[in-house]
């Protein structure tokens, strides 16, 4: 993802990205302080440091997270399910995976989004352009996701459910 952001960042010169993470428990946090710093490292060989962002959140509020974003992007080697998919599917975003595991189960190719496959920046690249150069389809693509995932997994309850998370932090 570091790769394929770093050539649309030649293009998109306002382009930021933000890699969202889960707060790690107390056991993992040298693993996890390393991991960001690896991060950071590979952003600066590819000249984007400045343009990335690193930051955990809380699982509630992912929802604010996924509509804060213009598309959702995760380059996996390995899925099983891929929840976060359906869950930024549901918040009306398009979304970009890769062809492994249960990814492509989630995204309709073309429909809510793209597949990609594997270790290959260059078409990912391609992919994030596409959707980042056209707003109307950025929108479409979430919409239509959004009422997939409804039909298929039944994610009105789960949509439902962040409402009121969303609804509970607000008063």
Not at 37 to 56: C, M, P, T
Not at 61 to 68: D, I, K, Q, R, S
Not at 90 to 113: H, L, M, Q
Request: hydrophobic share 40%.
């Amino acid at each position: 993802l570091l790769k394929a952001f770093s050539i649309v960042s030649q293009h998109h010169k306002n382009a930021k990205l933000l890699i969202a993470t889960a707060m790690p428990p107390p056991t993992w946090k040298k693993e996890y302080e390393g991991a960001i710093k690896k991060i950071y490292e590979v952003a600066e060989l590819n000249g984007i440091k400045d343009k990335v962002i690193v930051q955990s959140f809380k699982l509630e509020e992912m929802p604010w997270v996924y509509n804060g974003s213009d598309i959702f992007v995760m380059a996996s080697r390995l899925e099983s399910f891929g929840l976060v998919y359906a869950e930024a599917l549901a918040c009306e975003i398009p979304v970009i995976g890769t062809s492994v595991g249960g990814i492509p189960e989630i995204i309709d190719n073309g429909k809510t989004g793209y597949l990609t496959e594997p270790d290959n920046p260059v078409e990912l690249s391609k992919r994030i352009e596409l959707l980042l150069h056209n707003e109307e389809k950025r929108k479409l693509m979430g919409k239509t996701g959004r009422k997939i995932m409804e039909k298929r997994i039944g994610l009105k309850k789960i949509i439902d459910n962040l409402i009121g998370v969303l609804s509970s932090l607000t008063k």
